[in-house]
Nanobody, 115 residues
């Protein structure tokens, strides 16, 4: 059974940084498509960043230039978040996909940015 576990969330002041991690367990297959999503209260879940295959990345417009997604060879993905603003406050979820069919979600980690 594949499980994704996020860590690294917390409370930070505006202008600060956080680094989120998400590690997959329960599979020997390589997750080849990772995504970070976030959902703020009363809003829809939105894509923050994704990384696929050999390292092609994609970012939501609101985080470009501030957030960086990366991965390692052991089924872990990271999200480095810099210059945080209160608008970045949300629950952050990672999503891992194996091939085109199997997709898994983490339980979410809260990020709160105070002004």
């Amino acid at each position: 059974q594949v499980q994704l576990v996020e860590s690294g969330g917390g409370l930070v002041q505006a202008g600060g940084s956080l680094r989120l991690s998400c590690t997959a367990s329960g599979t020997t297959l390589r997750i080849d498509h990772w995504g970070w999503y976030r959902q703020a209260p009363g809003k829809q879940r939105e894509l923050v960043a994704s990384i696929v295959g050999g390292g092609t990345t994609n970012y939501g417009d609101s985080v470009k230039g501030r957030f960086t997604i990366s991965r390692d060879v052991k089924n872990t993905v990271y999200l480095q978040m810099n210059s945080l603003t209160p608008e970045d406050t949300a629950v952050y979820y990672c999503k891992g996909q194996i091939g085109s069919v199997l997709a898994y979600w983490g339980q979410g980690t809260q990020v709160t940015v105070s002004s």
